[in-house]
Every structure is written in structure tokens, then in C-alpha cells.
């Protein structure tokens, strides 16, 4: 099974400012890789695919890059309503495999 | 409009099977994979399996083989996960989804769509 372990595990951070969230596969998975935002009793939202593709509808502010083993997501310009969770996930090897998650507060 | 519906809220005795549904509507049922996903409560996302809608064919990740069983109805574009004989670490929110990444023949498709999730509950 390919883990995926991301860092850090809690965020705290002030409007206005950039998140860096950061993910490593424990091998190579080409861009197979998306991040998804989840919401207090919300299902998993989508944000980026392939690593570097954003869903319909997600704003510019969202960014994400990496190949291989790492990869990134980066959120600038922080707004309050991004505080949530954010799960990396890889699709290319199986089973599919999440990220334990890391929490980004915005305070 | 894609829609993936699921069942509400179980609430079981350790032992007693339950079945969890997963209607869904607005595309063609047949092409896309459904996948299950479990969250237990305060902790992350976990991939449980898949199902080919188009002939039935499951794939179970490791943790769950034998614990679960998947089926789909398609004369009503329905996806089933049941657990037969759960047990109270069973206890968690259970979602089905339609991934981003490729149709049932391989087509790319970057869609992705999920269910509300459905809470089950395992206590004695």
C-alpha cells in the first residue's frame, strides 16, 4: 500500500496570509494526486486534481504542484471560510490512499 | 445535475447487518465506478473500495475484505454497502463517491462527486 503522510498536521494562520500544506507519497506516483478540502459534517470537497488542476469552481487563490513523492498545496490571500481540513489523496497505485489530514485554522 | 442520495442514519447492535443505499441520478450509472469511503469519528479519510456498476465487479481494499459486501441495482442506479456483522470500531460516517480519475473503460473524467455520507452507529 502507497502511504501518504502529510505535514503539518495543524495550521495556524491570519487572513491575508499564504498556507503552505505539504504531502509525500512513499513512492513514485507520477501527478496522480488531488487534494480535497472537507468541512465540519461535510463530505470531502474536491480542490485539485492531477496535482495540478483545479476543480470547477475553486478559486484562483488555490494552487498545487509536485510529482513523484511531493507535492504541494498553496492557498494565498487566506479568507476565514477556509478553515477546514485538507486530505491529499493518490489514485495511482492501489488501493487508493488519503493523507491523515491537516487542519488549518484561520484566526 | 449529478446527485449521489444516500440512506440515513443506522443505529445497530453489534452483529445486526445493515445495509447502506446510494441512489444516484443525472448521468449514466453503468460508467462511472462507486466507491465507498469510511470516516470514523474525528479521524480521517479511509478508501474502503469500489464497484463496477456495469457488471458488478468489486474491488475491496485489504482492511475490509470480508467485512463488506458491495452491490448495485441497476434498474434503479443504486449503489449498496453492507457490513453483516459490524462491530463498535465500525462506528463511523460512511460516504459514497464518484471519483475524479477514469470511467469503468478508462476514459479520463475529472469530475467528482459525493454522497451526504451516512452515520452509522455500533453499540451494544
Known amino acids: 500500500e502507497t502511504m501518504v503522510t502529510q505535514s503539518p498536521a495543524t495550521l495556524s494562520l491570519s487572513p491575508g496570509q499564504t498556507a503552505t500544506l505539504s504531502c509525500r507519497a512513499s513512492q513514485d506516483i507520477g501527478t496522480t494526486l488531488a487534494w480535497y478540502q472537507q468541512k465540519p459534517g461535510q463530505a470531502p470537497r474536491l480542490l485539485m486534481f492531477?496535482?495540478?488542476n483545479r476543480a470547477t469552481g475553486v478559486p484562483a487563490r488555490f494552487s498545487g504542484g509536485g510529482s513523484g513523492t511531493d507535492f504541494s498545496l498553496t492557498i494565498s490571500s487566506l479568507e476565514p471560510e477556509d478553515s477546514a481540513v485538507y486530505y491529499c489523496?493518490?489514485?495511482?497505485?492501489?488501493?487508493?490512499?488519503f493523507g491523515q489530514g491537516t487542519r488549518l485554522e484561520i484566526k | 445535475q449529478v446527485h449521489l442520495v444516500q440512506s440515513g442514519a443506522e443505529v445497530k447492535k453489534p452483529g445486526a447487518s445493515v445495509k447502506v443505499s446510494c441512489w444516484t441520478s443525472g448521468y449514466s450509472f453503468t460508467t462511472y465506478y462507486i466507491h465507498w469511503v469510511r470516516q470514523a469519528p474525528g479521524q480521517g479519510l479511509e478508501w474502503m473500495g469500489r464497484i463496477n456498476p456495469d457488471n458488478g465487479a468489486t474491488n475491496i481494499a485489504q482492511n475490509f475484505l470480508g467485512r463488506v459486501i458491495m452491490t448495485r441495482d441497476t434498474s434503479n442506479s443504486t449503489a449498496y454497502l453492507e457490513l453483516p456483522s459490524p462491530k463498535s470500531d465500525d462506528t463511523a460516517v460512511y460516504y459514497c463517491?464518484?471519483?475524479?480519475?477514469?470511467?469503468?473503460?478508462?476514459?479520463?473524467?475529472?469530475?467528482?462527486?459525493w454522497g451526504q455520507g451516512t452515520a452509522l452507529t455500533v453499540s451494544s
Open positions: 489523496q493518490q489514485r495511482k497505485r492501489w488501493p487508493d490512499t
Open positions: 492531477y496535482a495540478s
Open positions: 463517491a464518484r471519483l475524479w480519475g477514469w470511467t469503468v473503460s478508462g476514459s479520463s473524467d475529472i469530475r467528482d462527486f
